[in-house]
């Protein structure tokens, strides 16, 4: 809910930024009315969403001297107005003052509250900056020149209007000296649009690491920065944005009722994090159980406070953020609903070993020299789709690897640990499972030689690396075997030694270094089968195995993929039918399919379909 109501600020910040600097035109040229304001508006939010395909890193080379700019002109105005007009206004600093305006004003203190909310806007996005800059670089920032800025910039208004009451409508562009006018109104709209890109790159971070996670549809995603990973840029996404905010800001056409929804996004969402960052405190940091309980009663009575003042504008305006929001979270509910029935489907479905057995080494078919990676959501057994692909080709690669991607909740997977290894049946049959694993942040979409040389690499040195454990395991004749991995068949391999398999995944942490005289240097790199890795005397199975590997690697690659159709049963219940048969349906119909998400030829590519009936 929380990532929806974001998504919804990514259409309202845009919208309600660039209409309130365009809004200054307003008093000071004359016939510039509402429609005026409307069309200069949209004019504005074309232009600033058509520069994201650029890159923040491309167009933010202004950002920093703009932003100084505008913070310096906020600070100094609202200085020169504290000292000019009234620079008793900061008895305001006194809480008294509080309880003073309530008693005074009553409801209309306690609507004001809705008011006072948009003087803290943006703050809710300030996870986005992370792409960008370092944690310590936005406390900095924030600490000594966002706040102190804003905090002038609202006394001298303040002081402004102890003198001229009538200039609430417009207090900012009257408080302004009538000299500096024109250059602050240039230095306000394009600090509007660097607002609200820090807004649209806060949706691109929170779509990319919601599909991450499975919550959302696959979209193609755009990195715009080969040193920032945070930098993103999302097509899709960045089109519906421009269109909503167009849509907005031409039938609201004004900023008091979007400013009505603002509030109510902003509140929300801080609500929302306060919630989840009360169980990081418990759950993973695991901090005093009173300490942690202070923080959601301090943060949340404030937060609720101004929650159920911008809850009485739900009414004039306040209603389309909660609409976004329900849309959204219907999206992300209907995507992630249908995946894990589509993944618990695939789990009951799954191939037996006996079944694979009975196949034999050969799988009931011819074996032909090359590599086949079949890509499927298990990590564990072996998928139904892959008898279809037996059913349907008249031969099967020499070599399979089953590849199933996963997301762990890490910014970044070292290269060095991408890869898990495990073998799958007999050795004869030359079928291994490969688990990659990808953080939020990581770009799955590689190249694809870097992507098959160093999945060649690490099949390798899994090899090698079992062959150590088993030679070990032999020398020292211990008939414990590492509960890790399960044990696998005899080798089967003429001439092998017929020494139980011990299958470790290639980045177990109890992994051996060294072993004796008998293991080669990991570091041996190269086509060539090295004679150091493992006497023939000793293992020569290891010899055939990596031999047979290489000739594979000449044939080339293939890539098996599925293109599932999930249908609900004719048993289950009129919603779960209408959700899966038609909404998930049509979102799976028009998202990114899997294989776009690889830079890979499609003559490299084979699809077998499958109806998976959940």
Known sequence: MGTSMVIGDGILTPAISVMSAVSGLQGEVPGFGTTAVVVVSIIILVVLFNIQRFGTGKVGVMFSPI?????????????????????????????????????????????????????????????ADLGHFSVRAIQIAFSFVVFPCLLLAYLGQAAYLMKYPDSASRIFYNSVPGILFWPVFVVATLAAMIASQAMISATFSCVKQSMALGCFPRLKIVHTSRRRMGQIYIPVINWFLMIMCIVVVSIFQSTTEIANAYGIA?????????????????????????????????????EFIYLCAVLSKIFEGGWLPLVFAICFLCVMYTWNYGSVLKYRSEVREKISMDFMTDLGSTLGTVRVPGIGLLYSELVQGIP??????????????????????KYVPVPVVPQEERFLFRRVCPKDYHMFRCIARYGYKDIRKEDQYAFEQLLVESLEKFLRREAQDLALESNLNDSDVDDVSPRSWDSGVPGGDEIEELKIPLMHNGRLQDVGTSTSEETTAGTALPSSVMPSDEDPSLEYELSALREAIDSGFTYLLAHGDVRAKKNSFFFKKLVINYFYAFLRKNCRAGAANMSVPHMNIIQVGMTYMV
């Open 67 to 127: 932003l100084a700019l505008w913070f310096f002109s906020l600070g100094s105005i609202g200085i020169y107005n504290l000292v000019k007009y009234d620079i008793t206004v900061l008895k305001a600093f006194n809480p008294a003052y509080i309880y003073f305006f309530f008693k005074k004003n009553d409801k209309e203190a306690w609507l004001a509250l809705g008011g006072c909310v948009l003087c803290i806007t943006g703050a809710e996005a300030m996870f």
């Open 266 to 302: 902003e509140v929300g969402v801080m609500m929302v994090s306060t919630t989840l960052v009360t169980l990081v405190m418990l759950l993973i940091w695991q901090t005093n159980l009173f300490l942690a309980l202070c923080f959601p009663l301090v943060f949340g009575s404030v």
């Open 384 to 405: 139904s789709i892959f008898v279809q692909f037996l059913l349907s080709l008249p031969a099967i690669h020499s070599t399979i690897v089953f590849v199933c991607i």
